[in-house]
C-alpha cells in the first residue's frame, strides 16, 4: 500500500489557473493529495515539516491537462499503446487525466469492459483514465447499448469513436437515452458516404499531387443533423473534432440558440495545414484531414472567442506496418499525448492566443465539460499539477516519445517550452530537471 507522499511547495512560481482566470507569482502547496493554498509568501509563513520545497522561478505552475479524444489499444491492441505506456506518455506531456476511446477489442459496450478498463488503470496507470462508453453495440451504428448501466460502471461519457453513426433515428434515440441520465454524446462527425475513399483535404493540393480529397461538406452535413437533434431532444453534445470554417458556423447558431452544444479542436488542426501532408507525409494522414490554412486560423479565432471549447491531442498510435505506405494506403492518425501541450505553445509564442487561453482549453474546460475532478489549483482541488518552462528550446526526437508508437507529424520540429514536473493525486509522476 502507498503512504500519502510528504507535502509539496511549489515557490516563487507564475501560478495559472484558468478556472479562477488566475495568472499571479507566488507559492502553490500541495498536502494530503489535494491543493491547499495558492498565494505569495507561504514558504516565509510557514510550511509543514518536511515539506518538499521545489524552485520554480521562472516556470509556469498550472491545473494538470485532461486529453479528451486518446485511443489506448488495452484491451486488444497492446502492440499499438497499452494504458501503462500512454500513461507514461501523457505524464511527460503534462496530461494528468486520459479519457479514452471505446473502440478497443472488445469494445467498450458493456459493464465489465468498463470495469477491466478502471482496474488496470488503476493497477498500471500513473495518470487518471477515464473511459467513454460505446453509443452502440460493438460501435456498429444499429443498436444502443446500455448507457444507463454503462454510466454505473463508470464511463463518463458516450461516443461511437472513429465512426459515425448514420441512422438518425439511432443518433436520436441515442441523445434522448443519454439525455435522462444527463451523459454527454460525443459525435466524430463525418458522412462515410461522402468521405468515399478521399484520403485528403479536397482542393488544388490534393488534385496537385494526385489525391482524391475528403469535402468540407462530409463534416457539416453530419454536424448540421446532430445539431438538428439537439434541438429536438434537449441533450448535452460535443463534437469530437471540428477542423473547418464551415463547420464553426454551424456551432456559433447552435450555441446562440441556447442549445447545450460544444466542439474541440485537435492539437494537429490548430498548429498544422494540408501545406505539411509535403511529399506524401503519411504521419500528416489524419481523419478528420488537415484543412488549408484559412480554416486553421478560424479554429485559431474560435479558440481565443471561446467558441470551440476543448483542445485534444487525437492520440492514435500506429506502427511501421500501416504507415510505411503510400499516402492513400497508409491508415490515418497520429500520436498526440505527448506532445499536445509544447506544440500547441507555438501558438502561444506566436501571439495567436493567450496562456490562459490555451490551458483553458486543455484542462478547465473539458474537465467542465466531462465532469471531472481537474482543471483547478483551488484551495480542495485533487492536486493534479504540471510545471512548465515556457521558453526551453528543444527539437523533437520521435525515438525519445514514450508512446509505443512513433508516428508523430511533428517529426524533428523545433519546439520551444517543455513540461518539467508533472504531479497527479500529489505524487510526483514525472519529473525532467
Request: aromatic share 4%; with cysteine; hydrophobic share 40%.
Amino acid at each position: 500500500m502507498l503512504h500519502d507522499p510528504r507535502p509539496i511547495l511549489l515557490a516563487n512560481a507564475r501560478i495559472v489557473d484558468p478556472s479562477r482566470d488566475l495568472d499571479m507569482r507566488g507559492d502553490l502547496l500541495i498536502a494530503d493529495g489535494v491543493v491547499r493554498d495558492t498565494k505569495s509568501g507561504i514558504r516565509a509563513s510557514g510550511v509543514p515539516q518536511g515539506t518538499e520545497v521545489i524552485d520554480c522561478s521562472g516556470k509556469v505552475v498550472a491545473p494538470g491537462l485532461v486529453d479528451t479524444w486518446a485511443f489506448i489499444g488495452e484491451p486488444g491492441a497492446e502492440y499499438r499503446e497499452t494504458l501503462a505506456t500512454a500513461s507514461q506518455a501523457a505524464a511527460a506531456g503534462g496530461v494528468t487525466t486520459i479519457v479514452c476511446r471505446p473502440d478497443t477489442s472488445p469494445t467498450i459496450d458493456d459493464p465489465a469492459t468498463v470495469d477491466f478498463v478502471l482496474r488496470r488503470a488503476r493497477d498500471t496507470a500513473i495518470v487518471n483514465v477515464q473511459p467513454m462508453g460505446a453509443m452502440t453495440k460493438g460501435l456498429k451504428g444499429t443498436e444502443l447499448a446500455e448507457l444507463g448501466l454503462l454510466k454505473a460502471a463508470g464511463a463518463v461519457a458516450f461516443t461511437n469513436a472513429a465512426t459515425s453513426v448514420a441512422n438518425a433515428q439511432v443518433m436520436r434515440r441515442a441523445m434522448m437515452y443519454a439525455r435522462d441520465f444527463d451523459s454527454l454524446i460525443v459525435h466524430h462527425t463525418e458522412d462515410t458516404d461522402l468521405v468515399g475513399p478521399g484520403v485528403m483535404n479536397e482542393g488544388e493540393l490534393a488534385t496537385r499531387l494526385g489525391l482524391m480529397g475528403i469535402p468540407k461538406a462530409a463534416e457539416t452535413i453530419m454536424l448540421e443533423r446532430d445539431i438538428r437533434l439537439v434541438s429536438s431532444t434537449g441533450g448535452r453534445y460535443h463534437a469530437a473534432s471540428i477542423s473547418c470554417g464551415e463547420s464553426l458556423d454551424v456551432l456559433e447558431r447552435a450555441k446562440q440558440s441556447g442549445l447545450k452544444v460544444s466542439a474541440a479542436a485537435s492539437i494537429n488542426h490548430l498548429t498544422l495545414n494540408e501545406n505539411d501532408i509535403g511529399a506524401y507525409r503519411t504521419f500528416c494522414k489524419l481523419s478528420p484531414p488537415l484543412r488549408g490554412e484559412p480554416d486553421r486560423q478560424r479554429l485559431v479565432s474560435a479558440l481565443s472567442s471561446g467558441l470551440l471549447d476543448v483542445i485534444m491531442s487525437d492520440h492514435d498510435p500506429h506502427d511501421v506496418e500501416t504507415k510505411r505506405l503510400p499516402f492513400a494506403e497508409a491508415e490515418p492518425g497520429a500520436v498526440g499525448i505527448e506532445t499536445m501541450l509544447v506544440t500547441g505553445l507555438r501558438l502561444v509564442h506566436s501571439g495567436e492566443i493567450p496562456l490562459m487561453t490555451l490551458l483553458r482549453a486543455m484542462s478547465t474546460r473539458p474537465a467542465e465539460l466531462f465532469g471531472l475532478p481537474a482543471g483547478s489549483l483551488k484551495a480542495g482541488s485533487r492536486a493534479d499539477v504540471i510545471v512548465l518552462d515556457l521558453d526551453y528550446p528543444w527539437v523533437l526526437d520521435p525515438t525519445t516519445l514514450k508512446s509505443k508508437c512513433k508516428n508523430t507529424p511533428f517529426d524533428e520540429a523545433r519546439l520551444q517550452g517543455r513540461v518539467t514536473r508533472t504531479i497527479v493525486g500529489g505524487r510526483t509522476v514525472f519529473e525532467n530537471t
